[in-house]
């Protein structure tokens, strides 16, 4: 029984590891992927674990550990060195003390598995069929998002919600910035499902709820890391709470499906344009209050927007850009 091994930090893992770990799969009858994890990054092993396991949940063949050092007392570097490699290979040595083989994409893969005394198997180690490499995710996930697996998306991605009551440019708000970013947005369920706002159900608004997470859950998968959602779950309840005084029961994966980084709440100080199918403007600023009253009761943090559409949008792109500079160091310091 040949037992292999391939192993490095995943921060994150992308598509050149899991080609790496395909193909050491057919090299092998058991493969361990080892997740090496130091005290000083901000990703937890359970939750790069997670990647791989989700990744490769139907292939019995491979197991994933992890392996916790503190950077104090172990080198925490990719560079090629001898030195760097023989202390590596020790650790290996412990924890795999029957394995015959390993796979790597890089060339202290060599050094690690001479020090072993076991045989290493490079597997493109110009990066020629994936141009990747985790730094460079880390570094600009935009360009990078098509060498990020389904499985690490919903942790990387940025949910911004754009929130307000009827007649605050909300869609439009939406699909400009989702336009201006290159990215993917979710429209609102509610106009779909409800024509008119003062004629519905209870049971209408779970329906909206329901296929509005749904939306969301659809667009993590979608060509861009970032996605502007026209209204959310405490909308849906606050119509709820306005229109007939009733709570709705919202399940936890709804709410989850939900949550987002950025909460923009249009203020109701443009135009009121009645379409018909909308609440009287007296209605509509109450409805405003419900809103934000709902908000505060779930603790949701707003930044507020307001002025004429042209502020709007400017303010709305200066917030998302702070989301974006401001996640990149979140994730990864």
């Keep these: 029984m040949v037992k292999a091994f391939v192993f490095g930090k995943f921060l994150p893992f992308h598509k050149g590891h899991e080609a790496m770990i395909n193909f050491a799969l057919s090299k092998c009858d058991l493969l361990t992927v080892l997740v090496c994890c130091s005290d000083k990054e901000n990703i937890s092993d ?3 674990s997670s990647w791989i396991e989700k990744t490769f949940e139907n292939e019995k063949k491979v197991e994933v550990r992890t392996f916790n050092y503190l950077e104090s007392e172990l080198p925490n570097t990719s560079v090629t060195s001898e030195s760097v490699s023989k202390i590596w290979a020790d650790i290996f040595k412990k924890l795999l003390p029957d394995y015959s083989l390993l796979i790597t994409s890089e060339e202290y893969g060599n050094f690690v598995a001479v020090f072993m005394n076991i045989q290493h198997i490079p597997f493109d180690i110009p990066k020629k069929l994936f141009p990747v490499s985790a730094t460079a995710v880390r570094n600009d996930v935009f360009n990078n998002w098509k060498y990020v697996p389904d499985s690490v998306k919903p942790d990387l991605l940025l949910k911004v919600v754009i929130l307000g009551t009827e007649c605050t440019g909300k869609t439009t708000l939406t699909e400009k910035l989702a336009k201006h970013f290159n990215c993917s947005f ?22 909206v709820a329901t296929e509005h997470s749904k939306r969301i859950d659809e667009s993590i998968l979608a060509d861009s890391p970032l996605v502007i959602i026209d209204t959310d779950i405490h909308t849906t309840k606050s119509y709820s709470l306005f229109t007939f005084e009733k709570e709705l ?18 203020n109701n100080d443009v135009e009121y344009l009645q379409d018909g199918t909308r609440l009287s403007e007296t209605e509509r600023n109450l409805l405003d209050l419900s809103h934000r009253q709902v908000l505060t009761e779930h603790k949701i943090d707003i930044v507020e927007i307001k002025g004429d559409w042209d502020v709007r949008f400017e303010k709305a792109v200066e917030q998302i850009n702070k989301l974006i500079a401001k996640n990149g160091q979140k994730h990864w310091s």
């Design 46 to 48: 359970t939750v790069r």
């Design 186 to 207: 979710v429209s609102e369920a509610g106009r779909d499902i409800i024509a008119n706002s003062n004629s519905f159900t209870v049971d209408d608004l779970y329906l």
């Design 249 to 266: 029961e919202i399940s936890t994966d709804i709410y989850n499906s939900n949550k987002a980084n950025l909460y923009l709440y249009l």
